[in-house]
Every structure is written in C-alpha cells, then in structure tokens.
C-alpha cells in the first residue's frame, strides 16, 4: 500500500491541483505565477515555526502582526522586504486558509485586536512588490498581484481548504 501523500513533492502536487482548480477554474484566474507562489506559501506554511519563523532584531520570535509591522520599519532593504513579504503571507494564509482563528489572534489582550489583517496584507504585500531589484524583480509583480487580489486569493484559499478537508485522512491508496 502506498500512502495517500507521500512527502513534499506529493504535497505541492496535491495543492497545486487544488489551487489551479480553485483559481483558474472556478474563479478564472488564469495566472501561473500566482498560483505558484500561492503553492509555495502553503508548502511553508506546513509547519508552524516558518508561520512564525520572523525574528525581531533582539532574536525574539514575532507572534503578532503589529510587532512584524513595528520591525519592518526599522529595518532596512532585504530584511524590511521579506517582512512585508511575511506579513502579506501571515494575513493572507490565516484570512484564506483559517479565518475561525482571527478573533483568537485579534483578541482584545492582543496587539492586533485593533488591526484589520486583510488591509494590512494588501498594504504589506504591495510595500514588498516596491522592491523591483534582482533577486526581487521576478516575485514583484506577484506580491502586488495579491495586494490588489488579496480578497479573491483569502477566499480561494478558503476553497481549497474545503477541497483538501474531503480527503480521507489516514486511509491508503492502491
């Protein structure tokens, strides 16, 4: 018997599937290089310490949107540009993919309580899309691409995880 998801690679084709589907199919969005990043997104976002990877200044891991915010300020080029990255990826992955998660992780006893996490993803990602340098120039027009569509992406995002929920956890495939 063969496992139904047998390691990353099965993985990226599972989500590929699903996404392509979800976003060219019944959204028509025809866009290769969304849906590939969108993909990649999901593959990082497997385990929790990369949702969670960034590090404030101090090395302390960042929990909260409004501390990223904070820190991408004060930074400077590359590291201010993957933290908008991360922030555009952080909303969009928890808006899409988890949206019953968002009134835990904007509780009032949270720094985000008073943050909208969909405008902050639209503004983050298109902060990060600014930086049109190499290595940088071939992911900017995606990053502004999920600014404009980050909407349409959280609820696409949304149906691929009704589709992945179908599948039959712990079963094995002939």
Avoid at 9 to 15: A, G, P, T
Avoid at 20 to 47: C, H, K, N, S, W
Avoid at 128 to 142: G, K
């Amino acid at each position: 018997m063969v496992s139904l998801l047998e390691g990353e690679d099965s993985l990226r084709r599972m989500f590929q599937a699903y996404i392509e589907q979800t976003f060219q199919v019944e959204l028509g969005i025809a866009d290769p290089p969304l849906t590939d990043y969108l993909t990649d997104m999901l593959l990082r976002f497997l385990r929790t310490d990369l949702i969670y990877r960034m590090r404030n200044l101090r090395g302390r891991r960042m929990q909260e949107v409004t501390e990223m915010l904070t820190e991408a300020r004060e930074r400077q080029a590359k590291p201010q540009r993957e933290l908008y990255r991360h922030i555009g990826d952080f909303t969009l992955f928890w808006s899409g993919l988890y949206p019953e998660a968002l009134p835990r992780l904007q509780s009032p006893d949270s720094a985000d309580s008073l943050l909208d996490y969909r405008e902050q993803g639209k503004r983050s990602y298109y902060l990060a899309s600014t930086y049109q340098v190499d290595p940088f120039r071939d992911e900017a027009p995606v990053l502004r691409r999920l600014s404009e569509e980050f909407d349409i992406c959280s609820v696409g995002l949304r149906q691929v995880r009704k589709e992945w929920e179908k599948l039959p956890l712990g079963e094995s495939q002939h």
